[in-house]
Every structure is written in C-alpha cells, then in structure tokens.
T-cell receptor
C-alpha cells in the first residue's frame, strides 16, 4: 500500500550537534523524494529534494541520502540550531501513486540549548 | 513566506454546513494541490489542478469538491460537514504539471467543525 514512514518518532539533540532523521519508503518505483519542515502553526516548508538517479544531495547545512536497495531516505542537519526544531516529513512521488506526493507521518526534532 | 496565500486562516462552523477555502498560488505557478492534515491521518493529498484542469485525485470525499479558475486561484468546497472534517487544509503550488516538482505550501486554513 501507500506508506512512507508511518511512525512519528521524536529526536532530541543538543544544539550544535548533527541530526539524522530517517524515513522508510515502501514503493521501489518512487523516483522523487522531498524533505519538508513544518513549524508549529505553519505550512510545510521545502528543505531539499533528490531524484532516484542520485544517492546524495547537499544543501546549506542539510544533506539527503537515498538508499534504494533498502528503500531508505535520511536527512542530515549539520550543527543543529534551536530554529531547526520542527516536524520533518519525507515524501515520495511515483507514477504508480497517480502523480501525487505521499507523505510520511513525520519526525519531531527537538533541539536542546 | 512561500508566496502561496490561503484564506481564511481560521474557520469555525457547525455540522451540516458548507464552507469554501481559497488559495492563490505563487506567481507563475500553474499547479495547485490541496492537502488535509489531521492528527490521526497525517498529511493527505486531496486533489491537484493544473492550469484549470484536474490532474490527480487522492483521498477526497464526495462531499468535497475543488476547482481552479482562469486566474489560477483555487477553491476547495466542503459540504455537509462532519466533526471528522476538522483539520488543517493546505494548498500548495508548483510550476509544472507533474507532482515531481517542488511544491510550495501556503499557511493553511484551520477548520473546526462543532
């Protein structure tokens, strides 16, 4: 069925440490993946995306890794800051889903100062 | 600020009523997507319009309908409201017709059905 990271875990990290948020996706045919950040009371905000022909993509302080063998996606945040505290969602796209994004349940990131 | 606007920000209404949520996409974006976010269901795709035409449907109830107008703004109509329809409703926009483009989300409309 359509499922991406159904659980909603919480990750607590110390300010300045690196954070790694994981996501398991279910559709091996998915060809596009996105990470979104959602702060309380706001809409999801695009962080970074990656296509299935890549294994790694870097942005500003963020890196997304894609392991298609085990259908796993991760988001690494370097030098985590209090402003990074939010819920992080991964999403996948596949034509099998009918040209739509399927979102995971999300991971709560709490940054301790 | 994503450039996507949604009105109203909050809406409180009674069961059985009908409401209309409005979305204006970013300048230049032709696609509009609607999502529902509830505590028990997460972020669920409802429907996608591209340049006025429906492109994809998700878990949208028959009581719900949407349209995209020539000026590209979109409206989501929710009728015969039930308590379970209480949720955050987000609109997102993107430049292309395929969902494999970066989508920019609006601030959402919080609907409370009493």
């Amino acid at each position: 069925g359509e499922s991406v990271g159904l659980h909603l875990p919480t990750l607590s990290v110390q300010e300045g440490d690196n954070s790694i948020i994981n996501c398991a996706y279910s559709n091996s045919a998915s060809d596009y993946f996105i990470w979104y950040k959602q702060e309380s009371g706001k809409g999801p905000q695009f962080i970074i995306d990656i296509r299935s022909n890549m294994d790694k993509r870097q942005g500003q302080r963020v890196t997304v890794l894609l392991n298609k063998t085990v259908k796993h996606l991760s988001l690494q945040i370097a030098a985590t800051q209090p402003g990074d505290s939010a819920v992080y969602f991964c999403a996948e796209n596949s034509m099998e889903y009918g040209n739509k994004l399927v979102f995971g349940a999300g991971t709560i990131l709490r940054v301790k100062s | 600020d994503s450039g996507v606007t949604q009105t109203p920000k909050h809406l409180i209404t009674a069961t059985g009523q009908r409401v209309t949520l409005r979305c204006s996409p970013r300048s230049g974006d032709l696609s509009v997507y609607w999502y529902q976010q509830s505590l028990d269901q997460g972020l669920q795709f409802l429907i996608h319009y591209y340049n006025g035409e429906e492109r994809a449907k998700g878990n949208i109830l028959e009581r719900f309908s949407a349209q995209q107008f020539p000026d590209l703004h979109s409206e989501l109509n929710l009728s015969s409201l039930e308590l379970g329809d209480s949720a955050l409703y987000f609109c997102a926009s993107s430049v292309g017709a395929m969902s494999s483009y970066e989508q920019y989300f609006g601030p959402g409309t919080r609907l409370t059905v009493t």
